[in-house]
């Protein structure tokens, strides 16, 4: 099932849109005119790296996506309204940035340590606003 997204609003704006195909997310990130590594999200004061500053310096939108590190499955809601289960996942989403993600896959055993995940948009259930998660790469290019 692929839904289009396009016209929905994304939950957190200052951290991903969608790219063209209606599907997949674009992150911002801050790069660091010292370094030149990639900082997320793209409003932190300070390079994540060397700690240069980061004030002038202007996002850049790359695919949304990484490596996985590891994961694990949630049964119990952390949070009120959260759905279970639900798959918890280290993810690096740049040399050296590490994020949490929630992986939407049925159960774990689609997913192993190192491969590639793409980030895409999901509806979320209060309206026309969606929101992060991810996917293996390979199915999301087969979407
Ligand atoms: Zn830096």
Redesign the pocket.
């Given at each position: 099932m692929t839904i289009d997204l396009r016209g929905y609003t994304p939950q957190h704006p200052q951290l991903y849109r969608l790219a063209a195909d209606g599907r997949s997310l674009e992150f911002f990130y801050a790069p660091?005119p010292?370094?030149?590594?990639l900082?997320f999200p793209a409003m932190v004061p300070g390079?994540?790296?060397?700690?240069?500053s980061l004030q002038d310096v202007q996002p850049v939108a790359h695919a949304g996506g990484g490596t996985l590190l590891e994961f694990v499955t949630l049964h119990v809601p952390l949070l009120p309204g959260m759905d279970t289960p639900r798959i918890a996942a280290d993810i690096r989403i740049a040399e050296g940035v590490i994020e949490e993600g929630v992986i939407a896959v049925p159960d774990e055993s689609a997913l192993r340590v190192g491969m590639d995940l793409q980030a895409v948009g999901v509806p979320l259930p209060a309206g026309e606003v969606f929101t992060c998660r991810f996917v293996p790469a390979d199915a999301g290019a087969a979407a």
């Open positions: 660091c010292a370094c030149g590594k900082s390079c994540a790296h060397c700690g240069a």
